[in-house]
């Protein structure tokens, strides 16, 4: 049988790698992708999980990265406001770093360089009065309020995935790259099942290398191919407390070795406390927090609050390694946030375009340029359209969410409030198609603790390509906070049996209440 030929084959199921399958599929382009895990595995699933223009970044010069950032903060709350949402973040003035005009300069450049529509602006407030202080040492008098946005990051991976699918696009999970050869106008793409072992072969007239952390490790290993970029591994760990403050703001910290910290309410009940910046070597898919990440993390967030931040508080922690374009910066804080995209292949050569660095707030943007490289290639193809296309799910205006929240109960009214919200937050009005059928509680089947219930399981493993128990609880949703270890091995089993075509196990004791 001749191999399946497409017109691009991406490599990478992260945001950049998905972002830019579903960008060429609505450009009326055949894709493939694989991805050797699941969606969002690695660094997509370990940011800060902020639509952000990055602040920090005016001070390095990055005006072009933090302008494109800023615009693209509302034009994604308008295409996903179901997992995107403004938030608004307080700056505490601190007297012995930035001096009080240099913050006001640069919350003036971020409140015009981005055309803002639909977010509030900056003001400033009095900590001893305002409730806002509340939480913060005596010592902070001033600071400073200014909007950004949220994003539930491995989600916007997922819907993106969903989008390349409903398109037309092959999505395959756990499926590595073995190799790829280039024939004259095209590439022999072999990949292979990370379970079985299988290989199946394709033929693409484009490959798009977007394989994160991985992808120098593609272009020598798997294309047989040198590249004068050179990627720069930086670490950064978060840890999550339980809720250390009662208002819906999220703060954003100095510290004397001029980086920045956020604490950021998480998950209702909890509160993110990150990020770090260290230099990594070694395997991406093997990185954890150190000691002295959580020491500077808790030592950081404890300078600022009332209460301390102590080791012993700590529920869950999370690291990521972002592979980043290496500028030479002297400080891993300082390296670049910005993409870079390299082309190879000339005339009658199936082309090559490989990404480095890159934030998860442009990669709409990354994916457009991507496609920009491509078109001598694809004269065919269509203009650009992503900008004003809703993702899966968010179909709605940005100040529906309650509207849709109301609607979901009215339909489904064994639904409580706090279980509603979070389906509409995760599905948008997807959340209506999943319930669909469902008169009552019994309907859902077995329930795994955190609202969590069979019918959601199965359409996250048909619809959305989860496979284990960590698919579910830590990056289509962040259910693993609320789930007992008998909990999440009930629920490994479940998905176990499901997958196999078994009967599912009995209810063990211990397991699901």
Same mark, same amino acid.
């Given at each position: ?406 609607? #979901? /109960?009215?339909?489904? +009214?064994?639904? %409580?409030?706090?279980? $509603?919200?979070?389906?509409? !937050?995760?599905? @948008?009005?997807? *959340? ?48 693993? #906070? /609320?789930?007992?270890? +008998?909990?999440? %091995?009930?629920?490994? $089993?479940?998905?176990?049996? !499901?997958?196999? @075509?078994?009967? *599912? ?9």
């Amino acid at each position: 049988m001749q191999p399946q030929v497409f017109d691009i084959a991406v490599i990478g199921g992260g945001v950049n790698g998905c972002g830019i399958a579903r960008d060429a599929a609505g450009r009326g382009l055949s894709v493939f992708l694989c991805e050797q895990a699941d969606l969002a595995g690695a660094t997509s699933s370990a940011s800060t999980k902020l639509i952000h223009g990055g602040l920090r970044y005016l001070e390095y010069y990055e005006f072009r990265l933090v302008r494109e950032a800023l615009i693209e903060r509302e034009t994604l709350l308008r295409a996903a406001p179901h997992i995107i949402w403004p938030l608004r973040f307080v700056l505490p003035h601190h007297d012995g770093l930035r001096p009080g005009w240099l913050i006001r300069l640069g919350l003036f450049l971020y409140d015009h360089l981005g055309g803002r529509e639909i977010l509030p602006g900056t003001r400033q407030i009095d900590l001893r009065t305002d409730t806002l202080g509340a939480p913060l040492k005596s010592d902070f008098a001033k600071g400073f309020e200014y909007s950004d946005c949220w994003v539930e990051d491995s989600r916007l991976v997922v819907l993106n995935a969903m989008d390349v699918r409903q398109r037309g696009g092959e999505v395959r999970t756990r499926t590595r790259l073995r190799t790829a050869e280039r024939q004259g106008d095209q590439w022999l793409v072999t990949v292979e099942d990370v379970d079985t072992g299988a290989t199946t072969q394709i033929r693409a007239r484009a490959v798009v290398n977007a394989a994160g952390p991985w992808v120098a490790e593609v272009l020598s290993n798997r294309l047989r191919m040198n590249s004068p970029a050179r990627v720069r591994m930086v670490k950064g760990s978060h840890v999550i407390v339980p809720r250390l403050y009662d208002h819906d703001r999220a703060y954003i910290f100095q510290n004397p070795d001029k980086r920045i910290i956020f604490a950021i309410p998480y998950e209702t009940d909890f509160t993110l406390i990150g990020t770090t910046d260290e230099d990594f070597q070694g395997d991406p898919a093997d990185v954890h927090i150190a000691e002295t990440e959580v020491d500077y993390l808790c030592r950081a967030a404890s300078a600022y609050f009332r209460a301390p931040v102590r080791k012993e508080d700590i529920v869950h922690t999370f690291s990521g390694v972002r592979p980043l374009y290496d500028d030479g910066a002297s400080e891993a804080r300082a390296a670049t946030r910005d993409y870079t995209i390299e082309t190879d292949g000339g005339e009658g050569q199936a082309p090559l375009v490989s990404v480095f660095g890159g934030k998860i707030t442009t990669y709409r943007k990354l994916a457009e340029a991507v496609m920009e490289k491509l078109q001598p290639r694809f004269p065919e193809m269509g203009r650009p359209w992503t900008a004003n296309a809703p993702l899966p799910g968010g179909n709605f205006a940005v100040s529906a969410v309650d509207a849709q929240v109301a609607k #979901l /109960r009215e339909a489904y +009214a064994f639904l %409580d409030e706090a279980w $509603a919200r979070r389906l509409v !937050r995760a599905y @948008g009005t997807l *959340a209506g198609k999943m319930l669909n059928g469902a008169a009552s509680l019994a309907d859902m089947g077995e329930d795994f603790g955190g609202s969590l219930t069979a019918r959601e399981v199965a359409w996250l493993m048909e619809e959305e390509w989860a496979v284990a128990a960590d698919d579910v609880l830590w990056r289509r949703s962040k259910l693993g #906070l /609320r789930l007992s270890p +008998a909990q999440r %091995d009930r629920l490994e $089993a479940w998905m176990h049996a !499901r997958r196999h @075509g078994e009967a *599912a196990p009995a209810l063990r004791q211990g397991g699901a209440a």
